[in-house]
């Protein structure tokens, strides 16, 4: 009976769930690893942190407007100072927004519009129309109808919404992997690159997406990562910039962009492929003697899981 008791109460504690827990991550970095582009994980740790600084000051005052917008919509509508001068006294709250801001969801949710896939010109019709319902399906499986209205809610109460696309195993026991629609339930906890001007953010060449999980949390997960082992002026300096606190310690996902080059050839067929010393030989048995050559960059999609002191997972 002991045993049963035990059981169940480790696997209460292993299912508490945190808005980090929505995607898995493996604490899969290696001793060795340096991220690209820089000579140490100190130096990219540095920057990441002088970036964070950066984006989040750019946006302060908007984002500081954000949450007076949400504290009114919950019905947090006096003025501190008024109330203040006002203690002991009736302060009463006639909260109307939330009908306001119903009213336009519920029109969004009537007049909602659909992704259509179009073909190029001279493009596959069969092949858009195959894509269009991938795209359905996907939405379908994700209940994606009520990841855009919550978006689009908390965009009516203080201006922004967030949600992501991902990728995620399809069960516990296969590899497959399937693309996948989920809320970001926080639209502040999205940090967008300052150069960024595109309303969608699709211009950001980064983009941090924080979480605070509590200290016994933090542990349980990265017990290699125990805040209190850093030094005094390390731990001081993470106080202050907000890293660590009393509630807990910030994990933030950082995705960039990364660009590299790679070696495009067109071979005496036509055909273009991108090719290295390991597969040029067989490209060349396939395709022909190689006509042209150009080196070409290309640009990949990096996450890292980090907290202000330390590479969690990834990339």
């Known amino acids: 009976m002991d045993e049963i008791k035990e059981t169940k109460k480790r696997k209460l504690r292993e299912d508490e769930a945190t808005p980090v827990d929505t995607i898995d991550y493996d604490n899969d970095v290696e001793k060795k690893y340096i991220p690209d582009g820089f000579d140490s994980v100190?130096?990219?740790?540095?920057?990441?942190?002088?970036?964070?600084?950066?984006?989040?000051?750019?946006?302060?005052?908007?984002?500081?407007?954000?949450?007076?917008?949400?504290?009114f919509a919950a019905g947090e509508q006096w003025d501190p100072i008024v109330l203040q001068h006002r203690k002991g006294l009736p302060c009463l709250t006639i909260n109307s927004v939330p009908q306001f801001v119903a009213q336009l969801v519920g029109d969004w949710r009537e007049n909602k519009n659909g992704i259509k896939v179009v073909p190029a010109e001279d493009g596959d019709e069969h092949i858009a129309s195959v894509r269009g319902d991938l795209i359905r399906a996907i939405q379908t499986k994700s209940r994606?109808?009520?990841?855009?209205?919550?978006?689009?809610?908390?965009?009516?109460?203080?201006?922004?919404?967030?949600?992501?696309?991902?990728?995620?195993?399809?069960?516990n026991d296969v590899f497959d992997q399937e693309i996948d629609i989920e809320p970001i339930d926080d639209a502040l906890s999205v940090v967008w690159?300052?150069?960024?001007?595109?309303?969608?953010?699709?211009?950001?060449?980064?983009?941090?997406?924080?979480?605070?999980?509590?200290?016994?949390?933090?542990?349980?997960?990265?017990?290699?990562?125990?805040p209190?082992?850093?030094?005094?002026?390390?731990?001081?300096?993470?106080?202050?910039?907000g890293w660590i606190s009393e509630d807990g310690v910030k994990v933030t996902?950082?995705?960039?962009?990364?660009?590299?080059?790679?070696?495009?050839?067109?071979?005496?067929?036509?055909?273009?492929r991108p090719v290295d010393k390991d597969n040029l030989e067989e490209e060349i048995e396939k395709h022909g003697p190689p006509v042209r050559t150009r080196v070409a960059p290309v640009t990949y999609a990096q996450m890292h899981l980090v907290t202000g002191f330390a590479i969690l997972s990834g990339p």
């Open 42 to 71: 100190d130096e990219f740790l540095e920057d990441l942190r002088e970036e964070y600084q950066r984006d989040l000051e750019f946006d302060r005052w908007n984002r500081e407007q954000a949450l007076d917008d949400k504290k």
């Open 144 to 171: 994606a109808t009520r990841v855009y209205d919550n978006a689009f809610e908390s965009m009516v109460q203080c201006g922004d919404g967030a949600f992501r696309v991902c990728v995620k195993y399809a069960r």
């Open 253 to 272: 996902e950082y995705w960039r962009l990364v660009e590299r080059d790679r070696l495009l050839v067109m071979f005496e067929d036509q055909s273009i």
């Open 193 to 226: 690159d300052r150069f960024s001007i595109d309303p969608t953010g699709r211009d950001a060449r980064h983009v941090f997406v924080d979480d605070l999980l509590s200290k016994k949390e933090f542990k349980r997960k990265w017990p290699e990562h125990e």
């Open 228 to 241: 209190s082992e850093l030094g005094k002026e390390a731990l001081s300096e993470m106080m202050t910039e």
